[in-house]
Structure formats: structure tokens, C-alpha cells
């Protein structure tokens, strides 16, 4: 298998990550631009705010979109929201998708 090959098809395979993103600032509801984000770029996954003022979750789909999400959540955010830390933890590659749909959870 050449080398161009391999890298093509690992970038096919769906992958999952967990996120959680502290924030400063927090005037909007930080979960609601996440899960627009998350749609946007065709990812599944979940995200919830946190009394604590963080939002965690965890993001599934194609490895390129998953890298421009965690981009985004390390340095853009929600409006109205500074992002003081954000950690992604248990990133793996999955056979196939494990969830279905993007959604905020209470």
C-alpha cells in the first residue's frame, strides 16, 4: 500500500474526541453556537454547559472536520465568550459513527 493511499483512507476514517472549553466570559449561551458549529462543519455529537461555566461534550465525524471544530473552540467560540482553556481527551478512531445528529443537552 503506498504511502498516499494510507494517508487518504485515514483521513476517511470517522474519528471521536471529548472537548470541554472553559470560558471567562460568558454572556450568550455558548452550547447553542457549538452545536451551529458542529452542523455546519457535518459533525454529530453532543454539548452541554456546565454550572462551572465550561461546556463539554464530545464531536464524531471525519478527521479534517473534527480539527477545524477543535480550532474553532480553542479560538473563536461563541460571541461574547473568552476561551480560557479548552482540553479534548480520548480522540480514537471509530469503525463507523456512534452517534446520530448534533444536539445541546440539559
Same mark, same amino acid.
Given at each position: 500500500?503506498?504511502?498516499?493511499?494510507?494517508?487518504?483512507?485515514?483521513?476517511?476514517?470517522?474519528?471521536?474526541?471529548?472537548?470541554? %472549553?472553559? =470560558? @471567562?466570559?460568558?454572556? #450568550?449561551?455558548? $452550547?447553542?453556537? +457549538?452545536?451551529?458549529?458542529?452542523?455546519?462543519?457535518?459533525?454529530?455529537?453532543?454539548?452541554?454547559?456546565?454550572?462551572?461555566?465550561?461546556?463539554?461534550?464530545?464531536?464524531?465525524?471525519?478527521?479534517?472536520?473534527?480539527?477545524?471544530?477543535? %480550532?474553532? =473552540? @480553542?479560538?473563536?467560540? #461563541?460571541?461574547? $465568550?473568552?476561551? +480560557?482553556?479548552?482540553?479534548?481527551?480520548?480522540?480514537?478512531?471509530?469503525?463507523?459513527?456512534?452517534?446520530?445528529?448534533?444536539?445541546?443537552?440539559?
Amino acid at each position: 500500500m503506498s504511502i498516499f493511499v494510507l494517508w487518504s483512507w485515514r483521513r476517511l476514517v470517522p474519528i471521536t474526541t471529548d472537548l470541554s %472549553v472553559c =470560558l @471567562s466570559v460568558c454572556l #450568550s449561551r455558548p $452550547s447553542q453556537y +457549538t452545536e451551529r458549529e458542529g452542523l455546519t462543519l457535518g459533525l454529530v455529537g453532543w454539548v452541554k454547559n456546565t454550572n462551572r461555566g465550561t461546556v463539554v461534550g464530545q464531536v464524531q465525524g471525519p478527521r479534517q472536520q473534527v480539527h477545524e471544530m477543535k %480550532v474553532w =473552540l @480553542s479560538k473563536e467560540g #461563541s460571541p461574547s $465568550s473568552r476561551i +480560557t482553556r479548552a482540553v479534548f481527551k480520548n480522540e480514537r478512531d471509530i469503525s463507523k459513527l456512534e452517534l446520530s445528529g448534533f444536539s445541546t443537552r440539559f
